[in-house]
């Protein structure tokens, strides 16, 4: 006999042996005892766009995320750094020959927007953009952000999707999925992008990926509403509706033939949701019922078609927001021009190029912000002013702009339950790397998740063998910029 079976002779090591195991079990009990629960929300096939109650009683009912496309300079508009101003022109301290994704940088250099103290707060924001800067008692600012690629790109996707490959749901989808739209006659996510094109991962910042397609973001802007909503000329309104009556007498009867058919309940609710946007969203993306106060106090009436373009995408937020849409994303900035050209990527020349940018951003932003807290929707509504990373304290050599720089960079805060007029975390003396209150991307999604009632660590799909959710497997709520 081996020594293996002499050994389970013996009635000690035979109890022994079992009783280790059942610990073993009960060990693997406690463990899935302690485990996130993964939260699938209840979806109706008759109903699939349908409000869903949050896990818990959210601050917001509704987010507005604007996303700087190329990367705007914290330290050209939000984070005021005496030092920059004091080294101006000289190397950085512990940097000599310093190459970052362009190459080789130059000296430090100050901002050549002064700075100044707004509001009651007293935060020191610069002259980029006088609009914004007039509203800093609305805003948390999180010095502290970083991110984790130094290329657009994969930092687009990440600030939108969570992760930097291609192939994940945007922010937008995964509020669709857990939450629904309060309107059936429009979608819950908008995607708005800017007049002058798109940004450089163009849909991957509205796409659904694993998420069901029907969560995907529709994308339109005031220029480029909504194709296809207008009736073919020559079609006889009588015929129309008639024809419509009749699909819908087809569709009741083979949803009685086939009771339970969710695939068949999905593509009925597709199309009659289709039927509601063509007047509901013909609706919301008619501008001409604004006022010429509010066009003007947008910008809207600009004779540059860029700043008018972009005011009126700010209104077609509001419009949206208003008429329950729950999620919008509002994109300033676009790459179909070039480097810099008609984005924030401003290496080479970046006083000319930001004194095209910031007017055609500031005006507009600060009135829809104005306007939803004139309207009492700031109330219930999360605003976040975002971009992929930030810029770098020194100018590339031989050149008269900021590399990039995934290091430290600025996100703002604003509206239902954000603390006002308060900063978050820093950057070191020169703005170049998070050192206080250091937040990642993944933290401001949790956040943003977290004030609109969904806990980030449950809300999660099932693919491919991987329980998926768009904080990955990190992230905490950002509690210091939480009222």
Not at 81 to 105: C, H, N, W, Y
């Amino acid at each position: 006999m081996s020594a293996r079976g002499r050994f389970l002779l013996d009635r000690r090591a035979f109890l022994g042996e079992p009783a280790g195991g059942l610990a073993a079990i009960a060990l693997a009990s406690l463990a899935r005892a302690d485990a996130v629960v993964p939260y699938r929300p209840l979806i109706r096939p008759g109903e699939p766009a349908s409000a869903r109650p949050a896990l818990f009683t959210p601050k917001a009912n509704r987010a507005l995320v604007i996303f700087c496309s190329g990367a705007l300079s914290h330290l050209d508009s939000f984070d005021y750094k005496p030092e920059l101003i004091r080294l101006d022109g000289q190397p950085m301290p512990g940097a000599s020959g310093l190459v970052t994704f362009q190459g080789e940088q130059g000296a430090l250099t100050r901002s050549p927007w002064d700075f100044r103290p707004r509001g009651q707060s007293g935060k020191m924001v610069s002259d980029l953009l006088p609009n914004l800067a007039s509203m800093a008692d609305e805003f948390c600012f999180l010095h502290g952000m970083t991110a984790k690629s130094n290329t657009h790109g994969p930092a687009e996707n990440q600030m939108s999707t969570g992760f930097t490959l291609d192939g994940f749901p945007g922010m937008g989808c995964w509020v669709s999925y857990a939450l629904g739209s309060p309107s059936r006659d429009l979608p819950a996510f908008v995607a708005i992008p800017d007049p002058r094109g798109g940004p450089q991962v163009g849909s991957n910042h509205w796409n659904s990926a694993f998420l069901p397609a029907m969560f995907q973001g529709v994308a339109f802007n005031a220029a480029k509403p909504l194709p296809h909503l207008a009736a073919p000329a020559g079609l006889n309104p009588m015929a129309d509706r008639k024809s419509r009556e009749y699909l819908r007498l087809l569709e009741r009867k083979a949803l009685a033939r086939n009771p339970g058919d969710s695939e068949l309940e999905a593509r009925v609710a597709s199309y009659e949701m289709a039927g509601r946007m063509q007047v509901a969203a013909a609706e919301a993306a008619d501008l001409s019922r604004e006022s010429a106060g509010t066009l003007r106090m947008y910008g809207a009436d600009q004779a540059d078609p860029v700043r008018a373009g972009f005011a009126r995408n700010c209104i077609l937020a509001r419009r949206l927001l208003e008429r329950g849409t729950r999620f919008v994303q509002l994109f300033n900035g676009a790459y179909a021009m070039g480097e810099g050209v008609g984005n924030w990527d401003g290496h080479k020349t970046l006083v000319k190029q930001y004194s095209v940018h910031a007017p055609i951003l500031d005006q507009p932003a600060a009135a829809l912000l104005a306007d939803l807290k004139r309207t009492g929707l700031l109330d219930d509504t999360v605003v976040a002013l975002v971009t992929e990373f930030g810029r770098m304290p020194t100018f590339q050599k031989e050149a008269s702009g900021r590399d990039h720089n995934p290091a430290g960079f600025t996100v703002l805060l604003a509206g239902a339950g954000i603390r006002r007029g308060h900063s978050h975390g820093a950057t070191d003396p020169f703005g170049h790397k998070a050192v206080e209150g250091v937040t990642t991307i993944y933290d401001l999604h949790a956040t943003l998740l977290h004030l609109l009632g969904i806990d980030h660590e449950r809300l999660s799909v099932y693919h491919n063998g991987i329980e998926r959710r768009l904080t990955d497997v990190h992230g905490h709520v950002i509690t210091g910029a939480l009222a």
